[in-house]
């Protein structure tokens, strides 16, 4: 199989402690770059926070981000493929969010907005884990006086993110927004919720960049983990999943590899696109 596109997930298969690329996964991948195969990061993070050291890739050019949301040429910064959310849905999904004390993100632009204050207490007030920090550590934020003012100004967000609910708080949430309908509710790590439009998901804005760049989908290559990996996984000509991967994942894949911190990624991408 002629592999000419790369979209890999990020958090839980590529990189580990959500920010290092090992020196295997690392090789490989610029292995596949300087072959001229197009590598694209495809992933729940907004634009803004996508690692440096996956940008430097040869061969990174596009980003999937916000879970197919907003699909980015690096290059110019521009997005080339959207799906937002609209502004009334985003309203009616504030409005049920307003019933619950937790932290809260909208993804816009390719940055994160939230709630003036809200970093300063995400290890007190909300209760992030350790695990948790470097995901509001690592954001340059643009700030709102209030998220119900926010969306009553009109925003169509790539997405909504909750970073860290408990589980009774998951639970209900999740049901009362999948009863708005109109929404793609998934969840890259178990104690998160991402919020996307219907629609928006990495197999379509995958498809989408294949096809602007000319390439048909047997020759893209999907590797992921996690529920908002599953659509791209199913999508793609060739699809792999890391062993310590979710069990809708390993289901919608075509292959396992080894886990994500075993150099899972170089494993895969050494015997379907290098060959070695």
């Known amino acids: ?17 959500h920010r290092y690329l090992s020196p295997g996964n690392r090789a490989a991948l610029a292995a596949a770059g300087e072959r001229g195969v197009h590598l694209v990061p495809a992933s729940g993070r907004m ?11 040869p061969g990174v ?18 997005a080339v493929y959207r799906k ?13 969010l307003d019933g619950y004390d937790v932290y809260i993100e909208y993804y816009e632009d390719g940055s994160a907005i939230t709630q003036a204050g809200y970093p300063e207490k995400a290890r007190t007030y909300f209760g992030l884990p350790p695990s948790k920090w470097h995901f509001v550590d690592g954001k340059r934020y ?11 100004e009109g925003i169509s967000p ?8 408990t589980a009774q708080a998951r639970g209900d949430i999740w049901k009362r927004l999948e009863a708005l309908g ?16 219907q629609g928006a998901d990495k197999g379509s804005a995958v498809l989408a960049l294949a096809g602007q760049l000319g390439i ?12 908002n990996d599953v659509a791209m996984l199913r999508a793609a000509g060739l699809s792999v999943a890391v062993a310590d991967g979710s069990p809708e994942a390993l289901a919608a894949a075509g292959y396992r590899t080894a886990p994500h911190d075993q150099d899972g990624v170089a494993a895969a991408i050494r015997r379907f696109v290098l060959h070695s």
């Open 142 to 152: 643009r700030f709102t006086p209030s998220l119900r003012q926010l969306v009553e």
């Open 182 to 197: 109109g929404l793609q509710l998934t969840s890259s790590i178990p104690d998160n919720l991402e919020i996307n439009a």
């Open 47 to 57: 634009r803004d926070f996508l690692p440096e050291e996956v940008l430097r890739l």
């Open 61 to 78: 050019r596009y980003a999937v981000t916000a879970n197919g949301a907003g699909v980015y040429d690096l290059g110019t910064g521009q």
């Open 1 to 17: 199989m002629d592999i000419k596109l790369i979209a890999f997930d990020l958090d839980g298969t590529a990189i580990t402690q």
């Open 216 to 227: 048909r989908v047997e020759n893209v290559m999907a590797l992921g983990d996690n529920g």
């Open 84 to 96: 937002t959310i609209p502004p009334e849905k985003a309203r009616q999904v504030q409005a049920v």
């Open 158 to 165: 790539e997405k909504i993110n909750l970073p860290f609910l």
